[in-house]
């Protein structure tokens, strides 16, 4: 107990110092040389350790000589908040009536296995078929399998080279799969595609570090993302040692991205002597929801065309639509609507098997759709995937299954479509009811989730609560979510760890538990948050 | 077959330019700084092609506006003759007649299903099974699947909280397949091991990639990699913008390791002011196969701690053991049988699914241990991890599998360790049939390959060849590799893209080819060899 008291006195006192440096809010200040950037008070914290303890020769390693670029990167959704509610866990496990709850609701990642839903029958059969594929040739396979699974497999191995599952593939991915990625591509845009421009990876995460790693070569070199932000961003250009350029989207008008917001973004960044290289969409908006209107991407693809920057689409929720009057729309379907070729627009597209219906985050599956590069650029994104041989091979079948699921008149077709349809007019009836739940609330306000798993709900804190949060030495927001956290077990993010408009406190919370629990959660949620309004009513 | 030709072209330009600055040998100089090291040929290209191209606006990214650590990074057993390579079997496909042989061999890279070589079953059972767990509940499925497969992928679900295969885990890996790998190494070792210093990676290239990025800020940095080495330590060097410190191997003392070479190499980087972070050793060799002796490993750890190094245990062939007079012992046992803690020595130990008798490269699962740093540094570790999220499940749950196999009474476990003996014995036999035969050739002399899957036949060129391959603008060795596979379709990289002590030439050649195939590689091999000799003898 007691060395669980000391951790979470450590924690406190570091959450203070993080959160002093974050409630300034994103800055667009080009980061620091990468020498100096480690932050003074854990440098001295270190130094006053390093004297503690009486080292014998040389210490190899330690805080202050790792990469300062690698203390600068932060990453809230697996954050400390996250660790703090590991610990509770361990300590329910240990003392199940020690806390006054009986389960921690992890709301903090888009993780919908980790609380319930079932994985896809379909794409589950062909995967198992996929790992044992002495099964293909066995007549009782017939009696756990469908026919259409089973079919399917056949034709994914048919597709690799020697049906070898256990081979590293060609560094972006197995070239039939990738056809399939790509048909499945033209059928949903309209406009052609090719397997040549896939790049199959572990997830959207590596592809986007990829990318980061090679437009960036120091802090001059600028990515313009939006605030709020999924801070895979933020981190991977902190890891990259480049510049956030940030351009705030608008909570007024359900999260709008202005292309009059991202101009006047790009001008302050160069005049700061930033270049900007690259502007990251997100659409559907995570941590915000929103999804874009077809002539709000249009003039997005415009101002990338004329300032000459490269177009990073975010994806990744291309499934989840929750609302009637919205649809997808990807960004190459736009620009090639607009007549734009490859020779007129550099562009990726990121997708992962981790989210829409299917949720599969644990198989580490996507892709990334790379057009409008010239051939020697190519060459190098090429030879960065190399390096790491490949993605795995379950992870480049599913994403092959996703772009491609059973259609009508398959065996699985109908099971299939009642289980996505299933999966994804809960997760509206879901986005509907917390929406609604946290609107019901003094000092809540709550766009809409129109799509991906989110919601964005800003708290308008009382004074009082402002001013205990800055006593203990921790964002507002921070505050709040860790005594939501203590209180009933949900465990959200603070939106500092997304990016906010300075001065304003949100959290992220996934609409990812099961339908049933929702009740529970919300006047869980409810009676929290009314004893803390009146507890630090002004 | 114009634009082939073309292609062709191209390349052998950007060939010779390569092999230019390649064959000078490896260089302990520090990197240039970040921003002008892209070779001067390539960037005059870039401008040249930049102005005869008409662009509107300004070109979003270009060759020259790229992270100049993305093209100074190469990485050979991906590189240009694999290309070459598979240009050829697309020349193949479509005309199978227009070349001297019918299939090409991929000896260039360790990836043996990509052989022939077939999956283990028990392993790819409990994968299967784990795809799809419904299939756990159902009386068919002891028709199809062994009991003890059955029973162990009900431990693994057990070990999963929620039995969710398809959410993301700890990013870690999960707790309770680290704890059976950390079972694993202590068996293995017989001393302590921990599932809390284990880190499930997608292969052991991130894990690599994760310990460059965290010890190396700039081209100060300095990693002591031996010469020579597996192209991953020095592209992984490269994109992180550090020095490598060659150390070179004792091609006479069939590819030792000697401390006093260490020394002599760590003063020389240290007096051009590179403070060296740590050492890479290979073990067993790669590509150089030979396994390192206890005295030796002693002096090493005895080494790194003295000069204050942080140790990366490359141990990822620790299974591939061919000779009855060495054995693997990992850096940790040594360490450990020292007398020395984790307060002496930070050491890292990686591991990997895709070697070993299983040979599972396409399911990128792996580890490292971790052992040896201070918390602060480990939480710097964790949060670089958890910026990917987690590695994917079937490879986490593969690599608890092969440090856990099937044990004497399971159902399973003859016919396991006869697909095991099976294919270890039978790597033994082709490493001693390839090694003679290289040996009885005139101009060849080949170290024995006591472990991994290589080897790394040196070339005792006659001075016309040399001469020819310099007036083609290539290193003799690439001249030579080139020459091979055009003859007879065989793949092997040149030596020039490990490194080697200037002036000597080699190339590895990897021992994976299925055993039936052996006498014809052979003799297609000396067939091609007693002509080249022929043809350039002086």
Known sequence: ???????????????????????????PAPAPHPRSPAPVAAMAAALARAMSTASVGTPAVSINTINP???????????????????????????????????????????PQSLGQQPVTFFREVLSLCDHPVLLDKSETHALYSS??????????????????????????????????????????????SGD??????????????????????????????????????ASIALHGGSLVPYFLDEETGWGLEVDE??????????????????V?????????????????????????????????????????YVEDKQFHSFKKIARSMGYTDDDLPLVSFQSVSKGYYGECGKRGGYMEVTGFSPEVREQIYKVASVNLCSNISGQ???????????????????????????????????????????SLEGITCNKAEGAMY?????HLPQKAIGAAQAAGTAPDAYYAKHLLEATGILVVPGSGFGQVPGTWHFRCTILPQEDKIPAIISRFKEFHEKFMDEYRD
Request: glycine share 6%; aromatic share 6%.
């Open 69 to 111: 670029k690698v203390l600068k990167c932060e990453y809230a959704v697996r954050g400390e908040i996250v660790t703090h509610a590991q610990n509770l866990q361990q300590e329910l496990q240990k003392n199940p009536e020690s806390l006054p709850f009986d389960e921690i609701l992890y709301c903090n990642i888009g993780n």
């Open 281 to 321: 969409v997100i659409n559907p908006g995570n941590p915000t929801g929103q999804v874009l209107a077809e002539e709000n991407q249009k003039k997005i693809v415009e101002f990338c065309k004329n300032e000459g920057l490269v177009l990073l689409a975010d994806e990744v929720y291309q499934e989840n639509i």
């Open 148 to 193: 259409d699974a089973i079919e399917r497999a056949w034709q994914i191995l048919d597709k690799i080279p020697g049906r070898a599952t256990g081979a590293y593939s060609h560094s972006q991915g197995i070239k039939g799969l990738r056809d399939e990625i790509a048909a499945g591509i033209a059928a949903r845009d309209g406009f052609h595609a």
């Open 455 to 459: 919601l964005f709900p800003r708290l």
């Open 397 to 439: 079948i599913l994403a092959s299954l996703v772009m491609n699921p059973p259609k009508a008149g398959d065996e699985s077709f109908e099971s299939f479509m009642a289980e996505r349809d299933g999966i994804l007019s809960s997760l509206a009836r879901r986005a509907k009811a917390l929406e609604e739940a946290f609107n």
């Open 197 to 234: 421009n896939i790049f199959l990876t572990d997830g959207a995460s590596p592809a986007v570090h990829m990318m980061m790693q090679l437009l960036i070569s120091s802090e001059k070199d600028g990515i313009l993302c939006p605030i709020p932000q999924y801070p895979l961003y933020s």
């Open 1 to 27: 107990m007691r060395r669980y008291a000391a951790d979470k006195a450590r924690r406190a006192v570091a959450a203070s110092l993080r959160a002093a440096s974050r409630s300034a809010g994103p800055s």
């Open 262 to 279: 991202l101009k006047k973004q790009l001008e302050e960044a160069r005049s700061k002597g930033i270049t900007v290289r690259a502007l």
